[in-house]
């Protein structure tokens, strides 16, 4: 066989192998292996490019992420029959698969199985010779592959429409109301105080997010592997709440990027859910873990200090789906991967518990790093009216300077902030010098140390660094 003709026979295999996976899949309710790789890749996709994509494609593009599971499968079994012997084929196939689903923790030997027995089937089936130029089957190759690309965006997409219409819709949980001061401070000109559930950033890692039946559904409450108590979604609506404005920040953020919204969330604290002398004392931390897997830690002493918040709703109503209906958690000090959704169990654990991101080597501490954003420049001949946000996490903000090119820092009018877990606004005007392009803005943060001016990339801990944008023209 040649190149073409190898590449042929893999799609195919490919194609043949996911055909049975899916059904069964299904049927035994495990895991979809164009799922797991396509959550693995967008796990490790640069933020960079990430967001873009989110931005560009909508509710699309997770679905067309999972392609790229479509396509790391089709290489799995393409790369043996480079070897163009038969048994070295088929036990190079099973290996490659075995190992990249070991590699990805796909943990479904029946998913796995489903898949492989029918594409070694087409891999071990004796190939007839073709003509090296047979523009027929070249088509109906290119059709089949296409096709298989768009069924498997089309199945991802449709299955998420299909469990997003099962979903709970959110209904009133508690009420509250915005000063109008604070509605009407520098409008226009400064981002809402609060952001709408609709506006409210979203992220995750899944091609398809979890959707709860909250009569089934209960949280467990473990430690190590020892459930210490359940409760049902009735009983945690039971409990005394709190509200409590708090902002979250995405650590996927690039300097350029706005991922990051605060809203009034309504829930309760840890000590409700467990004291404090239920726990043996050699526990070292509380690992959170949501349904979809995703899941990550704090020490045992954060999470008893009442920072941490279990949120059970948002903006007066409960939780929807797409921010962790029924019951998330808030970590205000930390970037949101650390503010798990669809909570299925808070495990007290007595060795230290790495997360989705910890195990991909971000640190298992992302505090927020001191950074603004300009929503606003409007200019009047050589004068601009600026205004944006400042967030450092529960540091807060206690100084904001912006300047026009070179020119000298002036200081920003702070609006005080909603809460000590909140962003802060702020609005100010300067004169803008001939030939300056653009504004930059630095913040100080509640323990005195200014946003840095020298950019640091995302990875480890997130980014950092200066904040400018383009002044427009006069």
Not at 195 to 214: A, G, H
Request: net charge positive.
């Amino acid at each position: 066989m040649n190149l073409k003709q190898t590449i042929e026979r893999s799609s195919l295999a490919t194609l043949i192998g996911l055909a049975l996976h899916f059904p069964v899949s299904y049927w035994l309710g495990t895991p979809i292996l164009t799922d797991v790789i396509a959550e693995w890749i967008m796990a490790r996709t640069p933020s960079a490019w990430a967001v873009p994509l989110l931005e560009a494609m909508g509710a699309w593009a997770k679905p067309f992420a999972a392609t790229g599971g479509l396509a790391t499968l089709g290489f799995l079994l393409w790369l043996p029959l480079l070897t163009r012997r038969k048994p070295l084929e088929l036990l190079g196939a099973t290996l490659l698969t075995g190992a990249v689903a070991w590699g990805i923790e796909y943990d479904s030997l029946p998913g796995l199985v489903s898949f492989l027995l029918p594409a070694l089937a087409i891999l071990a089936w004796p190939a007839k010779p073709v003509p090296v130029q047979n523009s027929r089957r070249e088509f109906l190759t290119s059709v089949a592959m296409s096709s298989g690309t768009v069924l498997i965006a089309g199945e991802a997409y449709l299955r998420n429409e299909r469990l997003s219409r099962s979903a709970v819709s959110p209904v009133p949980l508690f009420r509250w109301q915005l000063p109008a001061e604070r509605a009407e401070w520098s409008k226009g000109l400064v981002r809402k105080p609060i952001t709408s559930v609709k506006e409210f950033y979203v992220m995750s890692k899944n091609t398809v997010d979890p959707v709860v039946d909250p009569k089934t559904w209960r949280l467990k409450i473990k430690c190590n592997d020892r459930t210490i108590r359940e409760l049902s979604y009735a009983e945690l609506l039971s409990l005394p709440r709190e509200e409590r404005f708090v902002t979250l920040r995405c650590v996927s953020n690039t300097l350029k990027s706005d991922l990051m919204g605060t809203a009034i969330w309504s829930g309760i604290r840890l000590e409700q859910l467990v004291r404090r002398s239920e726990i043996p004392s050699e526990a070292i931390e509380m690992a959170v873990i949501g349904l979809d897997g995703h899941g990550d830690s704090v020490k045992l002493d954060y999470a008893f200090s009442g920072e941490p918040l279990f949120a059970l709703g948002m903006n007066g109503d409960t939780l929807n789906r797409n921010h962790g209906f029924p019951i998330r958690m808030l970590t205000p000090r930390y970037y949101g991967f650390k503010s798990i959704k669809w909570l299925d169990e808070i495990r007290f654990s007595t060795t230290p518990y790495f997360g989705t991101w910890p195990k991909l080597g971000f640190t298992k501490e992302p505090v927020i790093h001191t950074a603004s954003f300009v929503d606003r420049i409007q200019r009047q001949g050589e004068k601009a009216t600026v205004g944006g946000v400042s967030f450092a996490g529960v540091r807060g903000i206690q100084r904001v300077e912006f300047r026009a090119g070179n020119g000298l820092w002036t200081p920003a009018q702070l609006e005080e902030p909603l809460s000590p877990y909140t962003l802060t606004r702020w609005r100010g005007e300067l004169i803008v010098p001939a030939g300056a392009e653009l504004v930059e803005v630095r913040a100080l943060d509640g323990q005195g140390k200014w946003q840095s001016a020298v950019e640091k990339p995302l990875f480890p801990d997130g980014v950092s660094g200066p904040t400018t944008k383009r002044i427009p023209s006069a």
